[in-house]
């Protein structure tokens, strides 16, 4: 197993050095703060412009072939449904056993 002493020549190649720069960093990391924040508003101006214009995004999927079957299933259900609705209104009576 290798000891910590073999790495002290890597760490000191990726050692930040003997001076500390703290504006030159936050220049740095403001400056690419700046750079991706512009990157992302022209990216949408971009995007916003071929939407403006009409243009899909994606390619459109294509149609598939509907089965009306369980469709006329659902809607013979709904009718039975509102024919019985119909029925209790209408034909249907109903004796309160409590009076």
């Known amino acids: 197993m290798k000891s910590f002493s ?3 020549p890597l760490l000191k190649k990726l050692s930040y050095g ?3 720069h703290p504006s030159r960093d936050w220049l740095a990391l403001l400056a690419l703060t ?3 924040t512009l990157m992302s508003a022209a990216w ?3 995007l916003f412009r071929m939407v403006q214009d009409g243009a ?4 459109p999927a294509a149609a598939e ?3 009306t079957a369980s469709l006329d ?9 509102k024919r019985q609705e119909t029925r209790f209104e209408s034909e249907y009576r109903f004796v309160d056993p409590s009076l």
């Open 73 to 81: 299933a659902v809607r013979k259900v709904f009718e039975d449904r």
């Open 6 to 8: 073999s790495l002290g």
């Open 18 to 20: 003997e001076r500390i």
């Open 56 to 59: 899909a995004l994606a390619e």
């Open 65 to 67: 072939a509907f089965d």
């Open 44 to 46: 949408n101006l971009w």
């Open 34 to 36: 700046l750079a991706l």
